[in-house]
């Protein structure tokens, strides 16, 4: 069994049951044998049955019940989690969205002749996906966040392991969901849950398993990658990872430090610190003392929280001392509430000399943990950026558009991170055509690969090309008469569909 | 020292140094150090750097001299080799134009305003490139090869490890392209050679080393996935390994068995059988005796040439022992030339019921083998198909338009393969926009990538998003004015540019 625990109080709230190995080797056949139907069905189909999901957490009733679920096993209050809920929707009908327009099937021909085309390709669905939700989104990046809403988009089955630290809210989530994708008309084994440490291991070492999509700590998603790469056949395990993020303040933006340390106590204590993206680290110039400055806006605003678990809780205090033995000195602390897995909001400041490759300092401390240091001069700012991991995100704050650091900085930055952010601070990924959430290694344990927007549904499928293959035998993607109304390559050159797209900067006509 | 080798005497013919490990870390840092250059210039930039070293391998008397130093080192004979340096040329100015259309930079901006968008993406060059190039086809997969062209297209600097089966054409080939790149303007360090296998090794560990391009077995490409794997930073290794590359024979197809045997054997021996899309295994229905009329085909052909090295021919002739003793036997084989490394093209039989995961029988011998089997019903032979590794390529070999088992199989092969070609042979692939030249694993490490055709360049960037950063400390690619006049996505909808784009299906104007 899985216990479900109430961090306001630390004690037990619930039990739900963990999956058997024979149950998930038995729930992955399952998928794999749907995965055929999810993958050959028209995108815009797939789409509906997205929506489908969307519209059944959003019924008031069904949301209110969630909410509390949620509530109780997760301590993130009940503004925050219903605000999370319809992101979740908004972002499975995002998916869908970008499923029905259908440039993520990249599909490709040349040389099309009256019988075949020389060459057509398109992207085809991996198979089933293992997904791994984060424990600190138990909506926007949970059993139904983005990973599993983009796996579907793409035409692959999922199967979700339930997170530890929500369990009910997993198990309440994924029966509405296969309830909303059957009425829909999904096949069976489009969507299943299964629970458990042992669970988790199978889904990853199952012959049936084609991608691992996880969001996590470092430890967790390295782990499940080496595991992968035991397989006889490897799959990919596309792992998203907490990362030191670090925030760079410009010299000429120490005028308006008192804003940028509201700012920063406002980010880095967001959600307990229980963000992927937590800005971990700030670069301030020397002489701002902006750890002091930023200590009392921490304590001006006094944030009172919970850690998701007891885990969480131990890790982040084990965290600050493992900061403080690496170097840093505690500057400000605000009291953690007197019940439960109370989190404790902290800013450090530590010298920039101590910023060197493989220093705890440079690692995550998931919670709302802030390390300051001051920079002297150019020379030793880019020196502390080129010790830092690979980072999901960074932030620029500036004096405004004029500032003369920032051209250098974004580049900079550009070189460690997947998102770069001036003015706005890392924490908040919205889930759009432009947006990038991963990063250089170990920000992903796949460089090319997002998790947020458009193009997390290219890591569920492979390019598959069709030589001399005769018109009618193709994928509908590359049939001549294009039934599902895509944007296609023919002959090198993009053909929009005038319905789906507006070429706003083209002006020729059918007949050029 | 590394020895050139006569494959046609088995004798050696020249010497060239190897490289240091000191020499390929300084080669490396000053890859890296022109890596911001190589990135930052615009597409267009380094397309014109490329169709240099196309020009400049292509002048007649550097072609000639190239061809002779290649058919010395690989016996591959001089049509083959010259018409091989054409297509590295060709495929150098194709890599220059997929830049130079800029669709691979995927320029997608998010509400744009006044000042800055909200969230603009663009994919930037992962740095210096380590690309191991074939031993088979010393121009289109080698030094200069698709590998090297689409790398360098996508903004990244290559250094490339000479192939000890052409040393001499591999160090020839880098003096005429550093010389082309360096009067073209490119900066010292876009390109640069290293030989030896100590060098290969540091090539994959060197911590300027972004990613690894791979063309070869799949002992050595997995070798260097695990040396990736094993980095602190790990890195993407590209690995394109050659498979078994099944082919099967519908039941109405035996009517023309005797001209698909003939073109089977000119498919599994061209080249000596030294393709990674080399046809491995035919499936022929049962009573069809293909085995022996490919056989007879093979004795009326006769064919003759040479393996690339001893060790080549050494591993072909245990691959047919090894064959054997899974459950094959030679049907017929064809006299090797008496000097030298010469082949011994080779037909067997085997039962289907040999076919199973992990026989020597499913995996790939290097050389001009194939394997024949016969299938009773479709049962037998989805289950072959089932035990099946990915592959590279899958053919089918049909009785026309009209073949009711087409639409079939072509589903069944799409699911093992990254191309299926219908009517035509493994062997032979184009480099277009359509390409897929990868497959499932371990056809490659990575099976969403292709290493021929447009999005070979897909592998050496990684995106980055850009979150409320002012237009003009923006890349090019995403500025207002679009100074690379790229296809964009903007707010979720694709705008071409009308000089490069046309718009085929499209009527709408500016102002609609």
Redo the contacts between chains.
């Keep these: 069994m899985e216990i479900s625990w109430d961090p306001r109080t630390g004690t037990p709230v619930g039990e739900t049951p963990t999956t058997s190995a024979e149950q998930v080797e038995a729930t992955l056949a399952a998928a794999a044998a749907a995965a055929r139907v999810v993958a050959s069905v028209a995108p815009g189909q797939r789409a509906e049955w997205l929506r489908a999901v969307a519209e059944a957490i959003e019924q008031p009733d069904v949301a209110s019940e969630l909410v509390t679920i949620a509530d109780r096993e997760t301590a993130l209050g009940l503004p925050r989690l219903q605000s999370e809920l319809a992101r979740a929707a908004a972002q499975l009908r995002f998916y869908a ?1 970008v499923a029905e ?1 259908g ?1 993520y099937l ?1 599909a ?4 099309r002749t009256a ?7 398109v992207q ?1 669905p ?1 198979g089933p996906v293992a997904v791994f939700g984060a424990s600190n989104f138990p909506f926007g990046f949970g059993v139904l966040g983005n990973d599993t809403a983009s796996a579907l988009a793409a035409g692959c089955p999922v199967v979700a392991k339930a997170h530890p630290a929500h369990p009910q809210l997993s198990a309440r989530l994924a029966e509405v969901a296969a309830a909303a994708l059957a009425a829909a008309g999904a096949p069976a084994g489009t969507f299943a849950l299964v629970a458990g440490f042992a669970a988790g291991t199978t889904l990853v070492t199952s012959r049936h398993t084609a991608a691992v999509a996880f969001t996590g700590s470092q430890r967790g998603g390295l782990a499940l990658w080496r595991l992968a ?1 035991e397989r006889e ?4 395990v596309f792992a998203e990872m907490g990362t030191v993020n670090p925030v760079v303040v410009t010299r000429a933006a120490v005028v308006r430090l008192d804003a940028i340390a509201a700012g920063a106590v406002a980010s880095f204590t967001l959600g307990a610190g229980q963000f992927c993206t937590k800005p971990g680290l700030l670069l301030a110039p020397a002489g701002s003392k902006a750890a002091a400055r930023i200590g009392a806006a921490l304590e001006a605003a006094a944030p009172s929280a919970w850690h998701l678990t007891g885990d969480i809780a131990a890790a982040a205090t084990t965290g600050v001392a493992e900061l403080t033995a690496a170097g840093a000195t505690v500057v400000s602390e605000v009291p953690a509430p007197a019940t439960g897995w109370g989190a404790r909001p902290t800013v450090l400041s530590a010298p920039v000399a101590a910023l060197t490759r493989g220093s705890r300092l440079l690692e995550e401390c998931f919670g709302p943990v802030l390390v300051v240091a001051e920079y002297a001069d150019d020379k030793e700012l880019d020196h502390a950026l080129g010790e830092l991991q ?1 980072a999901l995100a960074a932030s620029i704050m500036t004096s405004g ?1 004029d500032d003369p650091e ?2 250098g900085l ?1 580049a900079r930055l ?1 070189g460690l ?8 601070w890392p924490t908040g990924v ?1 889930w ?5 959430h ?1 990063g ?3 920000a992903t ?4 690969a ?1 998790s947020v ?3 997390a549904l ?2 569920f ?10 018109h009618h ?1 193709l994928p509908p993607a590359l049939q001549a008469a294009n039934p599902w109304r895509l ?1 296609r ?10 319905d789906v ?10 007949s ?1």
Excluded: H
């Design positions: 969205d327009e440039s990249r490709t021909i040349d040389g019988t075949s085309p020389d060459l057509a390709r085809v991996l790469n056949v490897v799959i990919p690979g558009a920032t051209p974004i550009a991170a997947g998102r770069v952010a001036v003015d706005e919205a759009t055509w432009a947006q990038q991963g250089p290694w170990p344990s796949a460089p090319g997002t927007g458009a193009a290219d890591r499928t492979r390019p598959v090309a069709f030589q001399n293959t005769p035998t944007p390559r023919v002959d090198g050159r993009m053909v929009l569909v005038p797209d507006e070429t706003a900067a083209s002006g020729r006509g059918p050029s």
